[in-house]
């Protein structure tokens, strides 16, 4: 490949698995991209084992399951059992649609060791709306099943402005359906959440709100459940780090085998992500382009070139630089020092006029028609 | 939550203690996450099996390395595994 070869890099730790791009559910801050109804194909169950197999062999031990729903997959159960033989801690990632008690028992005898349900908000009539799937009392069914059955349980919530007024109900949900682990995910504005960000992003005051009562809670259940507050980047100063550094530690592969170094490095251009159909993961790993990319600093502009603190973000995420400055190798505009940074002013700006607004456009779910129109849409212009 | 010299150490069963090959380490393992251990807190955990109280470890541990006084360290080692959900005790 492309004459690189990267001896130096660390070996990946967590594979991210995204079995399936189908869902039955609907949110509108998913993070699969936008055009994922072009991406139909799936690679096989052979195809996957050789993958978890390569994978394992450089030093993944974290693997998650997701999609999508991964339960779409029928081969789960064998992919399960393959993982576990070769020593993996699996993790399925699931909207919890279609989990029976059956295939919960299935799956902790394949090896399954934990199940991440997420839940959309505290009452069914908000989870219904977001999840655009009557799916609320079924997912409490699944979390009392998940713990009957001795996993360990992560309660994932994606917060923001049409939930985040429940933050004391939710994590009063999560204590009482006995979540080990509570992931407070403030929304990332990529994929399908940066076409909804008007709609979904809170102000500074509801932020600030919700995070003192997730704070107070945290002491309160402090032996019981761990809370995991994902900080919303938008209004801070600096950058999240990108990752642990790109190319170091994450691996995801999508539904048809391409291989991204970042679950939402679909939508940057011209990395020429490589699928593994061609390449053997420690080619991907070690040679692409693509996973080489933004190793080191070299690729760096100003301000992050002489930044004293690059080693500490990375520059932010590549990801948010492109959406919002056209270059991925911009520093994210979040950060203060960057030349950009009044579109992050102009986009907080831009959510409370909406939020302030009599009719606020409705927001705009993750489903095949919607995805197929975005692609003819883009196609056309 | 405390140490309770009395009672019988039981590794925590929604965590996993493990040897990584690529790593040279004994790791733990956990939802979405996984902590490096050193040899002697892996020694350690790999005692803390249901069957001994927090004396019988190291007891085991001073006659399995030869040697004595390790009580304050696998003591402080043991209430650090308790308030991280590695261990329980009941
Ligand atoms: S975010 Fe919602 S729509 Fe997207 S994959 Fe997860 S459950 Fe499905
Ligand atoms: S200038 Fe770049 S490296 Fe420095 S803090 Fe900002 S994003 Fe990070």
Redesign the interface.
């Known amino acids: 490949m492309a004459g690189l070869n990267n001896t130096k890099a660390t070996?990946p730790?967590w594979l991210l698995a995204e079995l399936s791009y189908k869902c039955p559910l609907q949110c509108p801050y998913c993070s699969n991209p936008l055009d994922y109804a072009k991406h139909n194909s799936e690679i096989s169950t052979a195809d996957w084992k050789r993958v978890l197999s390569q994978a394992r062999k450089?030093?993944a031990?974290?693997l998650?399951f997701s999609g999508g729903e991964p339960l779409t997959r029928q081969d789960l159960p064998e992919l399960v059992c393959h993982a576990r033989q070769l020593?993996y801690?699996s993790?399925l990632i699931t909207s919890g649609y279609g989990l029976s008690e059956d295939k919960i028992i299935q799956l902790k005898e394949a090896g399954l060791?934990?199940i991440?349900l997420s839940i959309q908000a505290s009452s069914q009539e908000l989870n219904d709306y977001i999840a655009a799937t009557e799916s609320y009392e079924n997912k409490k069914i699944v979390a009392r099943l998940i713990k009957k059955h001795?996993?360990?349980m992560?309660l994932c919530v994606v917060i923001h402005r049409k939930n985040i007024h429940q933050m004391e109900q939710i994590l009063g949900m999560a204590e009482e359906l006995g979540a080990?682990?509570v992931e407070l995910a403030n929304t990332q504005y990529y994929g399908w959440a940066h076409k909804n960000r008007d709609l979904l992003m809170p102000t500074k005051e509801q932020y600030e709100k919700a995070e003192a009562i997730a704070q107070a809670y945290k002491e309160k259940v402090a032996?019981k459940m761990k809370i995991y507050y994902v900080i919303p980047d938008f209004h801070e100063d600096r950058p999240k780090p990108c990752m642990n550094g790109w190319g170091t530690t994450f691996l995801t592969i999508a539904p048809d085998g391409v291989a991204l170094p970042c679950h939402s490095a679909r939508e940057l251009p011209a990395l020429d992500c490589p699928n593994v159909n061609d390449f053997s993961i420690e080619q991907i790993w070690n040679e692409s382009k693509a996973f080489n990319f933004f190793r080191g600093d070299d690729w760096m502009k100003e301000p992050c070139r002489s930044c004293d603190e690059k080693d500490k973000d990375f520059g932010g995420c590549h990801c948010q630089a492109y959406l919002l400055t056209g270059d991925m190798r911009n520093a994210d505009p979040v950060c203060s020092k960057s030349p950009d940074h009044h579109v992050i002013e102009a986009a907080i700006t831009s959510a409370q006029v909406s939020a302030l607004s009599a009719d606020e456009k409705p927001l705009l779910f993750r489903n095949s028609k919607n995805s197929r129109k975005y692609i003819e849409n883009n196609e056309l212009q | 939550m405390t140490l309770n010299p009395d009672l019988i150490v039981r590794f925590s069963a929604i965590h996993r203690l493990q040897w990584e090959e690529a790593q040279q380490k004994d790791v733990i393992l956990y939802p979405e996450g996984m902590v490096e251990l050193n040899q002697s807190s892996a020694e350690i955990l790999k005692l803390c099996d249901g069957s001994r109280k927090p004396e019988i470890i190291v007891a085991d541990l001073e006659q399995k390395f030869s040697t004595s006084g390790l009580q304050k360290d696998i003591f402080n080692f043991l209430e650090i595994a308790l308030k991280n959900g590695w261990i329980e005790q009941h």
Do not use: E, S
């Open positions: 070996p730790r450089m030093g031990v974290q998650g020593g801690y993790n060791d934990h991440q001795g996993y360990p992560v080990d682990y032996d």
